[in-house]
């Protein structure tokens, strides 16, 4: 699913929350460890973390693998392995 069509389905909107709340989470605790706790900007970090969560949800509609169905699963790897000859 890509595009504009995505946004009536519910199963893109919650891969997309998802993924944007990671990454605001990812975002504050970069940001928090790249500063220390007493001099953080919390105007300045709250914008950040606004802008990366915004950033994430642009990207989903690009696609995303969880919502398409086309996320590889770990029996998917292990029949790639076997294929290659791969161990582990």
């Known amino acids: 699913m890509k ?12 891969a997309a929350l998802t993924r944007a709340l990671k990454t605001a989470a990812q975002t504050a605790l ?8 007493w001099g ?3 105007w300045a970090l709250l914008g950040i973390i606004g802008m990366a969560t915004l950033l994430s949800l642009l990207t989903s509609l690009a696609g995303i693998p969880e919502a398409d169905g086309t ?7 292990a029949d790639e392995d076997a294929d290659t000859g791969a161990e582990g």
Do not use: P, R, Y
């Open 71 to 77: 996320e590889a699963t770990d029996d998917d790897s």
């Open 3 to 14: 595009g504009i069509k995505c946004l009536a389905s519910a199963q893109w909107w919650a």
């Open 30 to 37: 970069a940001a928090l460890a790249a500063n220390t706790l």
């Open 40 to 42: 953080v900007d919390w």
